[in-house]
């Protein structure tokens, strides 16, 4: 069987190599030199093998002495690096936030959020991935990002945390002169009797709106599909159709109406999404600490 060699008489070998002897290796490390005797005594019973010989006052290592002080430098250089390494895990001047979200919270949501937190933690390499919602909670989930903005509800995968911060507000959007621009809301079953222009149904909007449609029983004359918020505002002013959409993503503007809905069923939530189990990382939770106070 292997001996296990403990890191404490690592470091006292070590430390009697460096110093040339016990006397000056205990004022090193600030220990008492029956310590270190002892420490390098008992390291030698570990690898059965004579590691330091001692003439008069002065120190010698053994061929094995040389050998294991050469290793054992290496080690408690790694060790020293580790534990560096997990300092700076607390540290928020420095380490990367991976952070996934959609185009439009990306467009819409998060710029003022990520200027403050550039603006707070400048050594913060930030880096974004602009997917669907439940596509980020995907990649959350298999800890390819530290931490996800979505839209809620969202089917989430396990290993995920979620929370919810902020609503998020649907709204209709049709052109000025629409039969139903002058309504101060509308009812679903009246959206869905026109043509509709909507998102793909890779999105978290266009599945929970589809399970709305279904709850009432519904049949959407869906004209068109895209994945882009601002391609499907400018096919709804041309006239393809009319749609729903987040209110927080409506470009005001002289050609398009925005209109309360009602009908819609349980509201949506803007939510964070963060690895489980965690803990996260010290610039995932300044993120989360930021987004909740800015959006809440």
Do not use: C, W, Y
């Amino acid at each position: 069987m292997e001996p296990e060699l403990r890191v404490d008489r690592l470091r006292a070998l070590v430390a009697v190599s460096r110093e040339g002897g016990f006397s000056r290796a205990a004022r090193a490390l600030g220990k008492t030199q029956s310590s270190i005797s002892q420490a390098v005594a008992l390291l030698e019973e570990d690898v059965g093998a004579l590691l330091v010989v001692r003439d008069g006052r002065r120190t010698h290592l053994t061929d094995a002495g040389r050998v294991l002080v050469e290793h054992g430098e290496r080690v408690l250089a790694a060790l020293a690096e580790a534990r560096g390494a997990l300092a700076a895990l607390d540290d928020v001047t420095t380490g990367t936030l991976a952070l996934g979200t959609s185009d439009t919270f990306a467009i819409h949501l998060l710029p003022p959020v990520l200027a403050a937190f550039r603006a707070r933690h400048p050594g913060v390499e930030l880096r974004l991935d602009n997917r669907p919602s439940p596509v980020v909670a995907a990649r959350v989930a298999e800890r390819n990002l530290d931490v996800g903005v979505v839209a809620l509800p969202l089917p989430a995968p396990e290993r995920v945390q979620v929370m919810a911060i902020a609503p998020l507000r649907d709204v209709a959007i049709v052109p000025p002169g629409h039969p139903l621009a002058r309504r101060r809301r509308v009812d679903l079953a009246d959206l869905a009797a026109h043509p509709l222009v909507l998102l793909d149904r890779s999105t978290s909007a266009r599945a929970f709106l589809d399970a709305a449609l279904a709850a009432r029983r519904l049949a959407p004359k869906i004209a068109m599909e895209m994945n882009s918020l601002e391609v499907i505002q400018r096919m709804v002013a041309l006239g393809f159709g009319i749609s729903i959409v987040p209110e927080l993503a409506v470009r005001p503007g002289p050609d398009l109406v925005a209109i309360p809905v009602v009908g819609l069923g349980a509201a949506r939530k803007i939510g964070l999404v963060l690895p489980d189990p965690g803990p996260p990382s010290r610039a995932a939770r300044a993120f989360v600490e930021l987004v909740r106070a800015q959006l809440a």
